[in-house]
């Protein structure tokens, strides 16, 4: 048999388990598994990505921040030149957040930056005839306003950060109103005062750009007629043009292979990305510092989207928003690895038995724990292992709004609500896997409350009783008697929880409060606002990793905890409100069940994977 | 070219819908009401697989406005319902049920 080290010099692992983490890339190895022998390969390709909170375009973005610290600030969400909005959303690799507005809501404007240290500026305060020389900064918290641009200006292109930035191009309306105006001026800033640096080679607007101050590079755009490559008298004017600047001069660089204007920029000088342009195509060209290839495409063509990130980088690129047309709020993830990525989703799981909502519920996505509800108030117990559910013994006092804790066979059942008036309840049950059995009474009564942790250490919270008011106190379980726990800052109903009892959180509540508070076993402390405050939702994991999903009236909208703050996630595939969660899950696999009106249908939500790419290696 | 299709099927269980599924189409799903029964009413983005998704359940197809005439009448049932609530009641369930705009 040829002894391959003896001809290559290197031995071929064999290995009872593949690979699996990008280290396995370029490793040739051999899979007892399969029998075969097998490498771990790059691939480039987009996948999906948490929606923006709103569809935009025409804004500005942070084209050279990483791929995980994104802005997407201004813009439109009419497509067309006559609103514009000041929202700005941040985007953190897993999702998008709200954050403060800008001073001054204008679409055609355009930035670049860190998360921490960015400048936007210019665009169009509708109507369209009112061209802005407006500048503005972000500091990581808040807008401030900066020295005025030299120029009013639209769709101008941005390099460096607010203290170090060069800007070029744009729709310069003052200099040249209803000519087409594209300028080939170029400003810089220092953080206090502009000045003049020399002109790049050809008048351009809407041109993707990449860099910094000193080593940025400026690509396609609508170019001006008759000016450079640009023809002289065209209705639509795109250029594969690109340049780069040092600070000082501009050199004309390689072409991209496709023409376009309306192109969202990425990168830095040596690793860019031109994504997407006018009319929403789906081309994605690589710049590596010496030419343009063209990579994976878009799932979806767009133009004058919100993008970050290196290709080439670990954490790849991403685009949100942008205009196909309609607006769009989808957001695609760039990722040239070794590593495939799959996105995160929700699933239709098996049905209940019996709809039901105001039902409660506890577990895991793959051992959940369904039981009472209404209508008809029912005290029926279901058990789900992952693809079906299961009748079980049914609760001693039938009720709904209740909440309970725990494992699929260690649960508690506590509090809810019977009619007659005054129908609500203080009995707890436990659940042992088979039957319920009556323990110690809450002190008192309460009703549509929230829960977390283990039979042996739950915690009950907010809620109301019969007297409609809200409950202050949180109540400890220790498998036998109830003691008070830390008061909350927030008394509402219909919260969610999630958690153990030292590390619970309890999110949202009446009046659509976007309230989160976190639990460490004694106090209560303010967490991280939602985006979209609801109430009636369910969630899964903990305070430093949580899901919270669904919601009055009726939301698919879901949002991932990170321990700090809220960003988007895929939304759930039907609506669901009063319904239950996997309270103890993660927030990564979570389970949803049951939900207004009566409903039967449960969901499954898996946050994004990623799986080495291994190619068998054949003889032929 | 239309951006969604309107259709109803009833949702059976697991794999009715997949996470491939969300990845490759729009799909929100919305309780409706047909008569006295209640009906699983979805807006499937209109591609190719979304069309598919919905002939391999053994969906009906709909406009948008009998989709919307089906979801519109399960939030009247909702509001009926709660209309008929003692305080005690509507206080427990939270606020009275509002309208639903499909996309």
Redesign the interface.
């Known amino acids: 048999m040829t002894d391959y080290k003896a001809i290559h010099g290197k031995k071929i692992k064999f290995l009872t388990t593949d690979l699996s983490t990008a280290e396995g890339e370029g490793e040739v190895f051999y899979s007892d598994t399969d029998k075969d022998f097998k490498v771990g390969v790059t691939t480039a390709a987009w ?2 990505g948490p929606a923006m909170l709103a569809g935009k375009t025409e804004g500005g973005s942070l084209p050279t921040s990483p791929s995980t610290a994104g802005l997407a600030g201004g813009g439109s969400t009419g497509g067309d030149w006559t609103t514009a909005v000041n929202t700005t959303y941040s985007w953190n690799g897993s999702g998008w957040s709200s954050e403060p507005n800008m001073n001054v809501a204008r679409l055609g404007i355009r930035g670049n930056g860190t998360s921490t240290s960015a400048l936007f500026l210019g665009g169009v305060r509708p109507p369209v005839s009112t061209y802005s020389n407006e500048s503005e900064s972000w500091n990581g918290s808040s807008w401030t306003a900066e020295t005025a641009h030299p120029q009013a200006i639209s769709q101008s292109s941005v390099a460096g950060t607010e203290t170090a930035a060069v800007v070029a191009g744009g729709y310069d309306y003052v200099a040249a109103p209803g000519t087409g105006g594209r300028t080939r001026e170029t400003f810089e800033y220092d953080g206090s005062s502009w000045t003049t640096g020399n002109n790049k080679p050809f008048g351009a607007s809407n041109m993707g750009s990449a860099g910094v101050q000193t080593a940025s590079i400026f690509f396609g755009g609508f170019g001006q007629p008759g000016d450079g490559t640009a023809p002289s008298s065209p209705s639509s004017n795109p250029l594969s043009s690109a340049e780069e600047y040092d600070g000082t001069n501009w050199t004309t660089v390689g072409s991209l292979n496709t023409a376009r204007y309306g192109v969202t920029g990425s990168g830095v000088q040596s690793d860019a990305g031109a994504i997407g342009g006018y009319p929403a195509i789906t081309n994605f060209e690589r710049w590596d510092g010496s030419s343009w290839t063209n990579s994976s495409t878009l799932g979806t063509g767009r133009q004058t989207g919100f993008a970050g990130g290196s290709p080439a980088s670990t954490d790849g690129a991403f685009i949100g928003g942008g205009q196909t047309p ?1 607006i769009v709020a989808t957001t695609e993830k760039f990722h040239s690895s070794a590593l495939a990525y ?2 995160a ?7 209940l038995n019996t709809g039901r909502h ?1 039902l409660g519920g506890t577990g895991t996505q793959t051992a959940g724990l369904a039981f009472a509800g209404t209508p008809p108030v029912t005290g029926k117990t279901e058990e789900y292992d992952g ?2 559910w299961t009748e079980s013994g049914d609760l001693n006092t039938t009720r709904d ?1 209740l909440h309970g804790f725990g494992t699929q066979t260690a649960a508690v059942g506590a509090g809810g ?1 019977k ?1 007659p ?3 609500f309840k203080a009995e707890v049950e436990e659940y042992d896997g088979s039957s319920w059995t009556e323990v110690n009474n809450l002190p008192a009564t309460r ?2 409350h929230a829960a977390a942790g283990t039979l042996t250490a739950g915690i009950v919270f907010r809620g ?1 009783d ?1 007297s ?1 008011a809200n409950i202050e106190n949180t109540q400890e379980y220790d498998g036998t008697n109830w003691t008070a726990g830390g008061a909350m800052n927030v008394n509402t109903r ?1 919260s969610s929880g999630a958690g153990t009892q030292t590390t619970a959180i309890a999110i949202g509540g ?1 009046d659509d409060t976007d309230s989160t508070e976190e639990y460490d076993g004694s106090s209560w402390t303010n967490g991280g606002n939602l985006n979209t405050g609801r ?2 939702a369910a969630a899964s994991g903990t305070s430093a990793a949580a899901l919270y999903f669904g919601g ?3 939301r ?1 909208t879901t949002e991932g905890y990170d321990g700090t703050s809220w960003s988007t996630r ?2 759930m ?3 669901r409100e ?1 319904m239950a969660g996997s309270t103890i899950g993660t927030s990564v696999l979570a389970l949803q069940f049951g939900g ?4 039967n ?2 969901q499954e939500f ?1 946050g994004e994977t990623t799986a080495l790419n291994l190619k068998t290696i054949t003889d032929s | 070219m239309a ?1 969604f299709i309107y259709g109803v099927a009833a ?13 490759n189409f729009f ?5 409706g009401k047909d008569g006295d029964d ?1 009906v ?1 009413v979805w807006v499937i983005g209109a591609n190719e697989r979304g069309a598919c998704w919905l002939a391999d359940r053994n969906g009906t197809e709909k406009t948008k406005s009998e989709a919307q005439t089906l979801v519109t009448a ?1 939030v009247t ?2 509001q009926n ?1 709660w209309d008929g609530l ?1 305080d ?2 509507k ?5 009275r ?2 309208a ?1 705009s499909i996309p």
Do not use: C, M, V
Request: no cysteine; proline share 8%; hydrophobic share 25%.
């Open positions: 996948s999906a309609p799959t996105a989703a929700w699933a239709s799981g098996g049905n105001n693809s079906s709004a609500y009619s008036s005054p129908g009703g549509q109301h019969a409609d219909y009446e109430h009636s009055n009236p009726n698919t895929p939304a595939g039907t609506g009063d207004s009106p009566g409903a249908t449960t898996t | 951006l949702n059976t269980g697991k794999g009715f819908f997949t996470h491939e599924d969300r990845r799909l929100r799903g919305y309780t209640y699983d399960a049932a909702a319902e003692s005690e009641q206080a427990l369930r939270g606020p049920p509002t639903i």
